[in-house]
């Protein structure tokens, strides 16, 4: 019983610290490509609390989603939480550095966007991590819920 119940909470747990380490992985490379590594750095220097922060909470997310299809073999529409999250955390991190698309796609005439995506990074971070904290205590008053008609 006691195998079976680390399992549950280890699984989990690996589950969301890969989730992390990849979203990290996307931004770095979405930023080398876009710019160079020395400006990943610099971006990652001056924001790193803000990406930090978005990936361990997507991170919480695909642990706390594990968890809950580990508890009841579906997940019941969970994903779609996670999923939405997910992909506010990425493009929250991404944004701070979209206004250097500019340089390489002006034909296409989103200067527009990329200028307004720029000057909003950091309210962009705000609403990432805002998405994060609801998406986990949405999923861990379901595991609650749950647990309380065990």
């Known amino acids: 019983m006691e195998k079976m119940m680390n ?6 747990i690996l589950y ?9 992985g996307v931004y770095f490379t979405i930023l080398t490509l876009v ?3 020395s400006f ?3 971006q990652f220097a001056r924001y790193w609390y803000f990406v930090v922060g978005l990936a361990m909470g997507f ?21 779609k939480v996670v999923g939405v999250s997910g ?9 701070c ?9 002006p034909v296409l005439g989103v200067t527009g966007l990329v200028t307004f995506v720029a000057q909003y ?21 379901r595991i609650i819920g749950f647990k309380k008609h065990l």
Request: glycine share 12%; with cysteine.
């Open 59 to 79: 991170g919480i997310q695909i642990a706390l989603y594990q968890h809950i299809k580990s508890l009841v073999h579906g997940g019941q529409g969970m994903g």
């Open 121 to 141: 990074q950091v309210e962009l971070f705000w609403v990432g991590l805002t998405f994060n904290i609801f998406g986990i205590g949405y999923m861990a008053s």
């Open 35 to 37: 710019s160079d590594w």
């Open 7 to 12: 399992n549950n909470i280890t699984k989990p």
């Open 16 to 24: 969301g610290i890969l989730a992390s380490t990849i979203l990290l």
């Open 40 to 42: 990943t750095q610099d």
């Open 87 to 95: 992909t506010t955390s990425t493009a929250a991190m991404i944004s």
């Open 97 to 105: 550095c979209v206004h250097y698309l500019v340089n390489l796609i």
